[in-house]
């Protein structure tokens, strides 16, 4: 029964990835990666990694898909063709060559490895799941309490860097580049 | 819990992030490209936990193997992956207000 359903959730997975890729519009790829996050997570849980599942649904689902689609509508990207080419795709000669090259090779050898299955063998002592929280949570803040603070600085930086990106606008964007900047003027740039 | 061979996680792990790859690169939009580097991103968590799961058999857990190591660096990838989302988003908005656009062959400041 699980077994069948983790066949089914992969299959969905997969069928969300390559709508991603080849969604027309950005909106619809964004939500394409949503299914595809919650068949993920889906996987987890059967997997016995509780508190991952939950975690790629608050973090991923949750956060950063609606930031996908906040600047996909602050943006107001609708439909893709006004982009040079039909589709906005650019599978043209040599880069699409090595492009369908890589992903056929490297599928190819998943499904290679995929002949050698080998039995699972459930361990009785993570019935409950693998990711037990306090286990997890031990290690966490002992033995990875290092990168774990490392973690925090980056996302200090993330945040002072993605301040610094948002408002630069007004001082060095307007007389950095006069010749590259496009004729549009806002308003806010003139006053 | 189910009982798939850790070959077959594996196999749904190498095609997502062929999927990945393939967006990442015959995409102009900067918006999906960022999408499918998501996608890549999940497909190295996925690798991550089917080894920690394969670890955790009866046969295998004696030796000495953490495997809370694969749950602990999936949140660090996870962790990654927002901030390179927040980074890679307002990189897109300042893109957008310098060109207009979000087409990936617009960026050529550096070949000029």
Not at chain 1, 63 to 80: W, Y
Not at chain 1, 105 to 120: E, K, R
Not at chain 1, 124 to 129: D, Q, S, T, V
Not at chain 2, 80 to 86: F, S
């Amino acid at each position: 029964m699980a077994d069948t359903l983790f066949y089914i959730l992969a299959a969905g997975t997969l069928a969300c990835g390559m709508g991603v890729v080849t969604a027309r519009m950005p909106l619809f790829s964004v939500l394409s990666l949503l299914g595809s996050l919650f068949c993920l997570s889906a996987i987890y849980l059967l997997s016995g990694f509780q508190f991952l599942a939950a975690t790629q649904l608050l973090v991923y689902a949750g956060a950063i898909m609606v930031l996908f689609l906040f600047v996909i509508m602050l943006l107001n990207l609708g439909d893709e063709a006004e982009l040079q080419g039909h589709l906005g795709f650019s599978l043209s000669g040599k880069k699409g060559l090595i492009a369908g090259a890589t992903a056929l090779s490297l599928g190819l050898v998943g499904v290679v490895g995929a002949g050698y299955s080998t039995p699972f063998v459930a361990n009785p002592a993570y019935e409950r799941g693998v990711d037990d929280l306090n286990a997890l949570a031990t290690v966490l803040f002992s033995r990875y309490a290092l990168p774990f603070e490392a973690a925090s600085l980056l996302l200090l930086a993330t945040m002072i860097g993605v301040i610094t990106l948002a408002k630069r606008q007004r001082t060095t964007d307007a007389g950095a580049h006069p010749q590259s900047a496009p004729p549009s003027t806002d308003g806010e740039t003139a006053a | 819990m189910m009982n798939v061979p850790t070959e077959h996680i594996l196999t749904l792990s190498a095609l997502l992030f062929a999927t990945g790859v393939l967006g990442f690169l015959i995409r102009r939009n900067v918006i999906i490209v960022l999408a499918s580097i998501e996608l890549m991103l999940n497909a190295a968590n996925l690798t991550f936990l089917a080894a920690s799961r394969h670890w955790s058999q009866t046969h295998l857990a004696a030796d000495g193997v953490n495997i809370m190591q694969g749950p602990i660096f999936s949140l660090f990838v996870i962790l990654v992956a927002a901030a390179e989302a927040a980074v890679g988003l307002a990189l897109v908005i300042a893109f957008y207000r310098l060109k207009q656009t979000v087409a990936l062959d617009a960026l050529t400041e550096l070949k000029d």
